[in-house]
């Protein structure tokens, strides 16, 4: 992990410690953009469940029309607005490359959900 990486995750942890401690009604809550294989872009809004230095982590079937995108063409653009943050809000951009977390994180985390969750 180079400095600047480290860098940008810690001050990251800062402000999301800093909006789960405020106004905000859900902190974890970003805008996933994907492209499908034609390039037309898709963004929709998911929560995010972990990060540290491997990235960033949220979880989506995939057979969904993100799971197809990001297997197609693995690359995301992620958006936080945490409008309750300073007197302007804040937004936080991240951008890159994507892979599958592994089987077993894939398991728990699934585990991890209330059975309506896992039938629907």
Known sequence: ?????????????????????????????????TANLDGRPSARTVLLKAFDARGFVFYTHLDSAKGRDLQTHPQAALLFLWRSLREAGIQVRIEGGVQLVSADESDAYFASRPRMSQIT
């Open 1 to 33: 992990m180079t400095d600047l990486y480290a860098e940008a995750l810690a001050t990251f942890a800062t402000l999301y410690a800093e909006a789960q401690n405020s106004a905000e009604i859900e902190a974890s809550a970003m805008t996933v953009a």
